[in-house]
């Protein structure tokens, strides 16, 4: 059938409409004369990440035009932040006269212009959002950039961004604060680059006031801002245009990471960093009172450890006595004794000993630094012959700095800073020393009197405890010898521990009635117990078929009876008589974890911030085994079934049966390997290899589980290759983790420290143990959001592995059969 002239018709139109709709849509990333954006739409970078359109902050009406990272509460840039538009009318385009510019739809009047004073034909014009958060605005004819957002920044810096200085035209680019969260208009606080021969970032109160500074750039770190060597702020440098720009800009070297650092309204800041556009940090780094410039006054330092926190540096005294007590620090300090080289100027006979320098460790330097171009050793002996001089400091990447005028706003640190030399007269440099050299002497008697006094009373105590332990044991051992005869292997093991009778236990858990077990694992059976005087106890009795025998047991009651700690629990006593042999432990009325944690309905009861919390006291009391404790103990057994809970919700570790005693070796073999399939780790599952990072791999499993609500030893998905770690990585690549949080915690509004929990886990299970964190790092990481979390490598076990493999390398390699080397535990609670 042939096509009529209406149908041809037809035909053209949508051909016509089809073309224009495909070219708006790949000019998606752009704005020109004839396209612009109303309040509805936005432009979009040609990645996807950045996008130009209208907003309104928190709790506000008002409409803004501006530049967002993967969503508006990323902010990173605004058009007309003191112009707000009262209603969504708003339009941004290409002016007549060349200018990107926001209308108000409403009055048709322009409440924001980029101000481009040489603007020419504008039909050949382009604004064009790149992939790098920076708008543009480019004349296609010269391909000459007119005007572009990164050079009129608001409150937010990102990578490649510059905050510069033009020595000849005194030019800054420079950043203001908002007024508030709700009120993008431009604060009392901005930040601008200045002392351009060693450069430093200075932050302004109403732009005139210095309100706090870095200190000067060594090519690696601001020397002033020891938050700078915790890597928090890596990826900053210093670069120079000529001899006439100098600039300060940061970026990473993977692509993956991206960062906003941000002004905030009280004058601190704000860094928020991303790893494959997942937010990982959110922290403010906030100022301490020191940081208040010249808070001190002219040669007057601070400490914020020291009450109060100013004091007049060595050689000099409060201008003002009487208002230096009232903590009023502004008229700063007096030398006592003038210089040598002052006396001459008023006595040319007068001789007597040389100044010389006090040297004032890990300090930050004075303000308005000058330089000498002399190697560290002449650095001193220079500023000696200047009689202006006061002070100098080296620093490697800096070189000689010295300071001729008011030493102004002065830190001591307790870590950073430089050396900082002060110049003194002979006869105070020695009163400075004496001063030191007291101060410390005193500090030694003080510390060597506490430390008798200490011994002295431990010595007593020791001797209490043996005598009272005597007698205990005298007593007892009496009271048992009447009843029945006991097998106590090792008794001097026991000593610590006290003896229990087999019958008050029989007694207390009705004989072992099925109706009172807790649970049942690899040692034996688990049964609640309630002794005469009304206390509830857990009876851990060693099963005569139990894989596990004499060693273990003996080996939980050495290392357990040695522990203290709120997260692991605690032993009370054993009872040993003839073949039967128990452990008496508190009594944990919310059994163990996975009773919880892999339960339909009890899950439901374990919100975010219980979970969290049981994350954070399994952490510290693996810390408090790895660290803290009198013995150094790898756990090797750690697991949900393991982790019991009192009546408060707080975790315990418990079954130390297979834990062992380190003695500062950094990995050791073993040729019996124990433990749980699931929680081992690659090197001590396969070579027998085991270390803090074997418990380190197990607390890593015990994280995605406790995220994910998945078992991880009964895992099961679409694709049965792979573990409960190879689904979460494959997820973890895809940028789809979110979807492996348990759907009863994923709407608590705590996501983001679920992913960054889920990210600890995978530091944790990385394959190579090295690269796997100790537990102080992770235990610093899940508390605290200012730490910095490294992008996690490949992690082990991602195919499934089962438990047959491991049975038949291992025999192969040992000769020797595994039936014993593995800890298999019931479902059930303790």
Known sequence: MGLTSHDTNLLNHLFLFSTIFLGLSSARDTITPSQFITDSETVTSSDNVFKLGFFSPANSTNRYAGIWYLSDTNIIWIANRNQPLKDSSGILKISEDGNLVVLDGNKSEVVWSSNVSNAANSSTFQAQLLHSGNLVLIDNTTGKTLWESFKHPCDAAVPTMRISANRNTGERIRFISRKSVSDVSTGEFSATIERLDAPEVFFWINGTRPYWRTGPWNGRIFIGTPMMSTGYLYGWGVGYEGNETVYLTYSFADPSKFGILSLTPQGNLRLVRFYNQIEVLNMVLENSKCDVYGLCGAFGSCNVKNSPICSCLSGYEPRNLEEWNKQNWTSGCLRKEPLKCERLKKNRSEVGQEDNFLKLGMMKVPDF?????????????????????????????????????????????????????????????????????????????????????????????????????????????????????????????????????FEVLETATNNFHLANTLGKGGFGPVYKGLLPDGQEIAVKRLSRASGQGQEEFMNEVVVISKLQHRNLVRILGCCIEGDEKMLIYEFMPNKSLDAFIFDPLQRKNLNWTRRFSIIDGIARGLLYLHRDSRLRIIHRDLKASNILLDGDMIPKISDFGLARIFKGEDEVNTKRVVGTYGYMSPEYAMEGLFSEKSDIYSFGVLLLEIASGKRNSSFRNDEESLSLIGFAWKLWNEDNIKSLIDPEISASGFEKQILRCIHIAFLCVQEVAKDRPFMTTVVLMLNSENSNLPPPKQVAFVQKRSPSIFKSSRSKENHCNSNNHVTLTDIQGR
């Open 369 to 501: 630094a000058e330089r000498l171009d002399v190697e560290e050793i002449q650095c001193g002996t220079q500023c000696l012959k200047n009689c202006s001089c006061l002070a100098y400091a080296y620093d490697a990447g800096i070189g000689c700095m010295y300071w001729s005028g008011d030493l102004i706003d002065l830190q001591s640190f307790s870590s950073a800073g430089v050396d900082l030399f002060i110049r003194l007269a002979h006869s105070e440099l020695g009163n400075a020393e004496n001063r030191t050299d007291r101060r410390r002497s005193k500090r030694l008697v003080i510390a060597l009197a506490v430390a008798t006094a200490t011994i002295t009373l431990a010595i007593c105590a020791y001797l209490a405890i043996c005598a009272y332990r005597s007698l205990k044991r005298t007593a007892k051992h009496s009271e048992i010898q009447s009843q029945r005869m006991i097998e106590v292997p090792k008794p001097d093991k026991l000593d610590e521990l006290p003896l229990y009778d």
